[in-house]
């Protein structure tokens, strides 16, 4: 959470002054060799001058990213409560539902489930699955039971970084560490 995001450093040193109270900078905001400094004395500036409004309008992007982010984090949780559960170590999410689901939903609902048996598998935090992964493992899961593998067999496990594995049957999704041998 970043609460003055929308607020300029100048106007932020500006209002301390105001009250007495000394600015304090950190000296790796001056090197250049970070990034964020980088973006921050170097790109934005150069924004600036073809418009005037850039930094404001990017504050306010931020703004409502941040509350997009809330939005689909509370509604994605409810998708878990209603359409996947647990049996034993597997996550099992109901496959006709992400189905029927908006990409946008269901492409998070995957997410959701990735990351959380990734923290489950290793027991330490881990970095988030790549949109190309979860995307890969959403097509996977929505094209299973289409075109092949009709009838008694079933496609082999996909397997994921992480030590994660993902099977399919008629009715789940089903996503497992593959500490336990994918069936």
């Given amino acids: 959470i970043r609460p003055l995001i929308t607020v300029r450093g100048k ?11 000394a600015w304090r900078e950190d000296s790796s ?42 939005f689909w984090k509370g509604y994605v949780q409810h998708l878990s409560r209603k359409y996947s559960r647990r049996e034993k170590e597997d996550i099992l999410i109901d496959l006709p539902a992400l189905r029927r689901l ?15 048996l990734s923290w489950e598998h290793r027991r330490q935090p881990s970095a988030s699955p790549s949109y190309d992964q979860v995307r890969s493992l959403y097509e ?6 289409t075109e092949k593998h ?12 992480g030590n994660i594995a ?11 560490g593959t500490s336990r041998r994918a069936q």
């Fill in 166 to 176: 993902a099977r399919r049957n008629s009715k789940h999704l089903i996503l497992s």
């Fill in 29 to 70: 905001n001056q090197d250049l060799r970070l990034r964020r400094n980088l973006v921050r004395h170097e790109l934005l500036p150069s924004l600036v001058k073809i418009n005037p409004s850039i930094v404001k309008n990017l504050a306010h992007t931020a703004a409502l990213a941040q509350a997009d982010d809330a």
């Fill in 102 to 116: 908006p990409a946008a939903a269901g492409l998070r609902l995957v997410k959701m489930k990735l990351e959380e």
């Fill in 150 to 161: 009709r009838g008694p067999e079933r496609p082999p496990p996909l397997r994921l970084p």
């Fill in 11 to 21: 106007d932020l040193r500006a209002w301390l002054h105001k009250r007495g109270v």
């Fill in 140 to 145: 996977w899961a929505r094209s299973s039971g």
